[in-house]
């Protein structure tokens, strides 16, 4: 089945440090390459 490209949806990411899981969008992902930014701490 094929799926039409969408590189804006969120993505989940897992810390590898802790499990804990968390959905990211296109823009995280540029800023963490950018400058290390780490993931949203759930409050």
């Known amino acids: 089945m094929e799926r039409f ?3 804006w ?3 989940r ?6 499990g804990h899981c968390f ?3 296109l823009d995280w992902i540029d800023r963490w390459e ?6 949203p ?3």
């Open 5 to 7: 490209i969408n590189f």
């Open 9 to 11: 949806r969120d993505r």
């Open 13 to 18: 990411m897992l810390c590898t440090g802790c």
């Open 23 to 25: 959905v990211v969008d």
């Open 34 to 39: 950018q400058s290390g930014e780490k993931y």
């Open 41 to 43: 701490v759930a409050a």
